[in-house]
């Protein structure tokens, strides 16, 4: 009884922070908005890490003479929400995520209101000072150690290719991963990777299922940095293998993909083990032709604990992900849920004091939607039945999901202090 007073507690407590999550207010909307003053300071913070020169964005937006001949194409992507690239829904669950570049509802008025009035640039004095942003495709985290995978060729024309390379670490000593990022060599080739620590010295290159999983690369997908406190053991003299899923471009294409860790000093013992996981796989998936479907994965929680990230993994035809939770008390509380873009594999990381916690015996409900008609563009093949498998072709419903286990006490504790804030 006492666990399910304590699950019906965080239903509220959800709530009141989906509620509170920061929005501008309307009268914040500038009657008559410009470039300089009101719309670049919007694309700095959202926009141009992807739109600039030499980048993954089609087009720059680094000024005004690159914006101006975008500003309506602008507005109905922002209007969607299909830009910048932060799918998750903003009226459902916890809404307080690290690195959220979305935009609020008056950030999008006022776009709207600025190509209304024929998007003036006003007063260049107005700017605000440019951002110094990284190279593309380098680092975003600072590694302590790099992991690289052979040279692997892929030919300009072959089916795709799935396989396994296993190299040594060169880590001499215990150590806690703090944060890591599988960086692939070649975008374009580079389907997705997965890396795993392997410490059986006889472990064989076809099999990984002794291995203990490290991280994945998949497109839109950058570093994975854990919350403080928290971390993964990287035992000494472990190797990595690299799984990967190669898909030719129509050239000859030599990647080689990095593995980078961020390490916690020697000696160093989180007080919590960081675990993440493809939980709530639906099973076989039936999308039969111009339909939509929807499958449902479960994964039971043993002990209490606190979820602290969510990425929604489908392919193509993947168009919206839930994840539910399923309290021993028969309750539920919808957490999150993501319109999902096959472009874009985004890790939502709750921000540490919203990041929902659970009771003992709380099951993982993953919801997945699959649209198989002629309306969804990402579509290749509306008139064909659709089942699950590795090839891009194929689908999948599955989340990454991470968490860190609690004790009974530490459960209890966390729930006493979201109340007490509350109540404050």
Avoid at 91 to 98: A, I, R, T
Avoid at 260 to 288: C, F, K, T, W
Avoid at 342 to 367: K, L, R, S
């Amino acid at each position: 009884m006492r666990i399910a007073r304590l699950g019906a507690l965080f239903f509220t407590l959800a709530a009141v922070v989906a509620m509170t999550a920061p929005t501008l207010a309307s009268a914040e909307v500038p009657d008559s908005p410009t470039f300089h003053k009101d719309i670049e300071p919007i694309l700095q913070r959202s926009c141009q890490v992807c739109h600039r020169p030499n980048n993954m964005a089609p087009m720059s937006l680094m000024n005004y003479q690159e914006t101006r001949p975008w500003a309506r194409s602008i507005r109905t992507k922002v209007e969607a929400r299909e830009m910048p690239p932060w799918h998750v829904d903003p009226k459902v669950g916890v809404q307080s995520f690290k690195n959220d570049r979305s935009l609020t509802d008056d950030e999008i008025a006022t776009i709207g209101v600025w190509v209304d009035a024929g998007a003036p640039r006003g007063n260049a004095a107005d700017a605000p000072t440019p951002v110094e942003f990284q190279e593309f495709g380098a680092w975003t985290i600072e590694p302590d150690l790099i992991v690289s995978s052979p040279p692997h060729t892929v030919p300009a024309e072959a089916g795709d290719w799935w396989g396994d390379y296993i190299v040594p670490s060169g880590l001499e000593t215990d150590r806690y991963i703090q944060a890591i990022q599988t960086k692939a060599g070649d975008l374009r080739v580079v389907h997705h990777a997965l890396t795993y620590a392997v410490t059986d010295p006889d472990s064989p290159l076809a099999d990984s299922s002794g291995d203990a999983f490290l991280n994945e690369y998949a497109v839109g997908k950058n570093a994975d940095v854990y919350p403080d406190g928290t971390g993964r053991l990287f035992e000494a003299d472990s190797r990595v293998r690299f799984s990967f899923h190669y898909h030719s471009v129509g050239e000859e294409v030599t990647d080689q993909t990095e593995l980078g860790l961020v390490l916690y000093p020697e000696n160093y013992e989180p007080d919590h083990i960081l675990y993440s996981r493809q939980l709530g796989q639906a099973g076989e998936l039936d999308i039969p032709a111009g339909q939509v479907t929807r499958h449902d994965g479960y994964q039971k929680m043993y002990l209490p604990g606190k979820l602290t990230a969510f990425q929604p993994h489908m392919h193509f035809l993947g168009t919206r992900q839930c994840v539910e939770m399923i309290y021993p008390n028969g309750s539920t509380e919808m957490v999150s849920c993501a319109n999902f873009d096959f472009n874009w594999h985004i890790v939502y990381a709750y921000e540490d004091d919203a990041a929902p916690v659970y009771p003992a015996g709380t099951t993982m409900h993953v919801i997945s939607y699959h649209d198989n008609t002629a309306g969804n563009r990402g579509n290749h093949d509306s008139k064909n039945w659709t089942g699950g498998g590795s090839r891009t072709v194929d689908e999948m419903a599955f989340s990454w999901l991470s968490w860190y286990d609690l004790s009974e006490e530490e459960y209890a504790a966390e729930i006493e202090a979201r109340k007490a804030d509350e109540n404050d």
